[in-house]
């Protein structure tokens, strides 16, 4: 660090040439609480060199920008761990029942630091979320259903995995410019908000503008919102489908709208598994996983960047 901003506060400018991100990464960062920051009367952010410093030493072994960007930005209050401890061989086990931990207890700044220090290792959203959320929540239900934890413990674990994911979300990079588009909804009488986050999330890191309709929305609410907003993608969610007729029918009418706007379609989760559902309901992408989402992601921009030069 030079001796012209020693023993003062760093602008954001400052700090972001220091780290070598982008300043609205620096804001970004400072506005979710990840790199706490002063304000002056005028309401500009300052950071306390020593802050900045403790980051960018964090972020030194790491050779790819993006990576240090993100390992930059948890180390101040996401203690931040060297790989072999994080993600050594077998120690997978061992994080989800962290993970698992951390949920249950409600412990919001443990999930967090578990879920952006994995991400600063460089796990994808999708690979965080199946390795690690899903498989901490599955074992969630499987207590529930077995009658070892209360809903009240249930519904603390999908809050923590929530806020946690807010905090996954600032350290992803923002892209900037021209995004496609993508709606993401789970279905009628479906209220399982995790994995309609999760989706969204999965799409933003992947780069996609994402507008979610939330929870229990009617295809024919889908359908209007198609219309109007013209996505390039529509994600769809069920955990659970229970009025399979009723889907189809209306399911039939939304294909028509989104093929008309030339939507691809993609539906997750164990609500349209099983190859009777899956022929019933017709999907670009039948997904059984967030990484499935990630990979049809990455082929669906490769094409439109053949097609028209770019997406
Ligand atoms: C949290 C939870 C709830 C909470 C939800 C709170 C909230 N606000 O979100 C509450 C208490 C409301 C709830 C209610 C119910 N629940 Co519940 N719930 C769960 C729990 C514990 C976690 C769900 C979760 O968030 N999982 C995270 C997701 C992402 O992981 P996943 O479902 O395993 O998904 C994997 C794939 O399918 C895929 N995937 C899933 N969705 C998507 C979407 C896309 C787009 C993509 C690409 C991929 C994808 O990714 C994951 C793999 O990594 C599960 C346990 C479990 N095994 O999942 C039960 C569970 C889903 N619930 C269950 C049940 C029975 C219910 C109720 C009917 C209980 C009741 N009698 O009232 C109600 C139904 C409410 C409704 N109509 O929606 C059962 C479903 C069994 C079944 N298939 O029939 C489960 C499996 C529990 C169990 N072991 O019995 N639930």
Not at 262 to 268: D, E, I, K, N, Y
Request: aromatic residues 4%.
């Amino acid at each position: 660090m030079s001796r012209a901003i020693k023993g003062r506060k760093l602008t954001s400018k400052e700090a972001a040439r220091v780290l070598g991100v982008s300043e609205a990464s620096v804001k970004r960062w400072a506005n979710s609480g990840l790199l706490p920051m002063e304000k002056t009367a005028g309401g500009h952010r300052r950071f306390r060199p020593e802050d900045v410093a403790v980051i960018r030493r964090a972020g030194l072994n790491v050779e790819e920008s993006r990576l240090q960007r993100g390992r930059s930005s948890a180390a101040l209050r996401v203690r931040p761990r060297r790989e072999a401890e994080l993600l050594a061989p077998g120690r997978e086990g061992e994080l989800v029942e962290e993970t698992f931990r951390a949920l249950t207890g409600g412990r919001e700044e443990e999930l967090s630091a578990i879920l952006v220090n994995l991400h600063l290792h460089g796990q994808s959203v999708g690979a965080i979320a199946d390795g690690f959320l899903c498989a901490a929540m599955q074992r969630v239900g499987d207590l529930w259903h077995a009658g070892e934890l209360s809903v009240a413990e249930e519904h603390v674990a999908t809050r923590t995995a929530a806020v946690a994911l807010e905090s996954l979300r600032a350290v992803l990079d923002a892209p900037e410019g021209e995004r496609p588009h993508a709606l993401c909804c789970s279905v009628e009488d479906d209220f399982h908000e995790l994995p309609l986050r999760l989706a969204a999330l999965t799409l933003e890191a992947a780069g996609l503008e994402v507008f979610n309709l939330g929870a229990s929305t009617p295809f024919p609410a889908l359908s209007e919102a198609v219309e109007r907003f013209l996505p390039d993608l529509v994600c769809v969610s069920s955990t659970l489908l229970t009025r399979l007729d009723r889907a189809v029918y209306d399911y039939a009418a939304f294909r028509k709208v989104a093929r008309r706007v030339g939507a691809a379609v993609v539906l997750g989760g164990a609500g349209f598994a099983g190859d009777a559902v899956r022929r019933r309901l017709p999907a670009d992408l039948h997904a059984d996983s967030f990484r499935q989402l990630e990979e049809f992601i990455t082929t669906l921009t490769a094409n439109e960047s053949t097609h028209q030069g770019g997406v």
